[in-house]
């Protein structure tokens, strides 16, 4: 039931009416239901999975409630290995099973291949990924002692369950959300607007920007031997926009929905095209993700480092560099690992943790170098800055885009390659249209794709809060009315509906 489609619409509304009914005592109960529908309707098999899995984590995590206990180290251990080993089952089956099987079938063992087929594919159960990210951060907050034990299992299953979050985030720490399930969210118009508001600018961004794009980056990119640089380079750029379109898109509808039923979920980026860094990028860019990756993977492994090296400097280098290199590396290889099971995102992770390393490990020459770290009024430096940061994340979208590290390579080679030159020097109309007609799509649908990628950066730019809707209500009546009648008709009469694209971040 993809927030983009017509079954979606009639479920919510249904849901909302319930919802919201006077005096309501049942409210939880009713949130718990439709979450189980939402989740249903797409899987019932792996929504038994998850609820298996969130009845799990409750029954064990009461155990840290319980002061006599003794061996809270090992069953913190055996949670966190048992959500590893499922995450990892369904995420690399595929993998698994292409590389193992030729072994098992010719071992003298094939018998049990015989008897017991093994099934050559599974689907990845929806929102698997964010579910165990949330189920880790409570056990492991558990274990810190940053929270209590959650004891009301109606409270703890909706926190887990929540249908707007649960298939692509934002990944909600249990210290900040969990307590919101406790109240009676009465009903409120100035929310309920505010989370439709939300919803259409999300759908805007999904069906408007992201699935139009979509036919051009997947005609280039799904067919590498036929075009040159020049497609791919249109091609990377524009998907630099899909992916950021599709993916906040989704948010911004996940945030809508939890905002008219009273809930407020974390804003997951904030203007990531506008950084002038690297490490900015990802303080903008899947906000909830990237602290997550921070503060339980990166932290506690530079920790761990640095407890076994006394030494302030090796290799003439300082330790503490040193140490950032290595945890910020292996943060972002376990980062591209967790996006897929390609060497392509192994590389795409690489490349961020090794850009972060000799930022840091430069720090101090980029400090004293006028051009890397002008003064603040110097708007050329800081353009090219920006220029450098985008031009570095769109290179990397080209190993997270491309079907195999192969066929990343050969578009960098082509890119590089290509001459980009006129033919005879001329701008010809045949020219122009030749090149239009390879991506796929009209003249008039590729216009449409720049004037909504324009409109985004635009409203981007200007805006001062992460949320759209403050920087909306803000506006004068008229203008704000006139925003509101253009994302309608744009909705409307632009929208992709007919595509079957779905959410990107719905597979990880």
């Not at 189920?135 to 940053?146: E, F, H, P, T």
């Amino acid at each position: 039931m993809p927030f983009n489609s017509l079954s979606f619409l009639v479920f919510i509304v249904v849901f909302l009416i319930l919802y919201y009914i006077p005096r309501n005592k049942w409210q939880l109960s009713i949130l718990l239901i439709g979450s189980c529908i939402f989740y249903g309707v797409l899987n019932f098999g792996y929504f038994l999975l998850l609820s298996a899995l969130t009845f799990f984590v409750f029954y064990f995590g009461k155990i840290f409630s319980i002061p006599s206990f003794k061996r809270k180290h090992f069953i913190f251990s055996f949670i966190i290995i048992v959500l590893v080993i499922i995450y990892l089952f369904f995420k690399y089956y595929h993998f698994i099973y292409n590389h193992l099987s030729p072994i098992l079938f010719q071992s003298s063992f094939s018998y049990f291949s015989y008897w017991f087929p093994i099934p050559s594919a599974i689907i990845y159960p929806l929102g698997l990924s964010f579910f165990v990210f949330s189920a880790l951060s409570y056990i492991i907050d558990l274990k810190r002692g940053v929270i209590p034990p959650e004891k009301d299992f109606m409270v703890f299953a909706n926190y887990f369950l929540f249908f707007p979050k649960i298939s692509q985030g934002p990944i909600e720490r249990a210290g900040r959300l969990l307590p919101s399930f406790r109240e009676v969210h009465q009903f409120d118009y100035f929310q309920v607007a505010n989370g439709l508001k939300l919803i259409a600018w999300g759908l805007f961004k999904k069906v408007v920007i992201a699935d139009r794009i979509a036919v051009i980056v997947n005609t280039i990119y799904n067919n590498p031997d036929s075009y040159n640089g020049l497609y791919f380079m249109v091609a990377t750029l524009f998907f630099a926009f899909q992916i950021y379109a599709d993916f906040s898109g989704y948010t911004d509808m996940a945030i809508g929905i939890a905002k008219m039923l009273g809930y407020e979920l974390t804003q997951n980026f904030n203007k990531p095209y506008f950084s002038k860094s690297i490490r900015e990028f990802w303080t903008r860019w899947h906000i909830s993700f990237s602290t997550w990756l921070r503060d339980y993977l990166f932290l506690p492994v530079a920790f761990k480092l640095s407890d076994g090296w006394k030494k302030d400097k090796i290799f003439g280098i300082q330790t503490e560099k040193i140490i950032y290199a290595l945890a910020i590396t292996f943060t972002f290889f376990i980062c591209g690992i967790w996006h897929g099971e390609g060497l392509n995102f192994v590389v795409w992770g690489l490349l961020f943790g090794v850009a972060l390393s000799l930022s840091r490990l430069f720090k101090k020459s980029l400090r004293k170098n006028k051009i890397l770290r002008p003064k603040r009024s110097n708007k050329i430096i800081k353009f090219f800055q920006w220029f450098l940061t985008f031009s570095f994340v769109c290179f990397a979208w080209i190993f997270f885009r491309s079907n195999t590290i192969q066929e990343a390579f050969l578009i960098i080679k082509k890119i590089i390659q290509t001459p980009y030159t006129l033919p005879q020097g001329q701008l010809s109309l045949g020219y122009v249209l030749s090149i239009f007609r390879g991506f796929g799509v009209t003249q008039h649908e590729f216009i449409i794709a720049i004037l909504s990628i324009t409109f985004l950066l635009f409203v981007d730019y200007f805006r001062k809060n992460r949320e759209i809707t403050a920087t909306i209500n803000n506006l004068p009546a008229f203008f704000r009315w006139i925003v509101y009648y253009f994302i309608l008709i744009m909705i409307l009469f632009f929208g992709a509906f007919n595509s079957t694209q779905d959410f990107i971040y719905a597979k990880f």
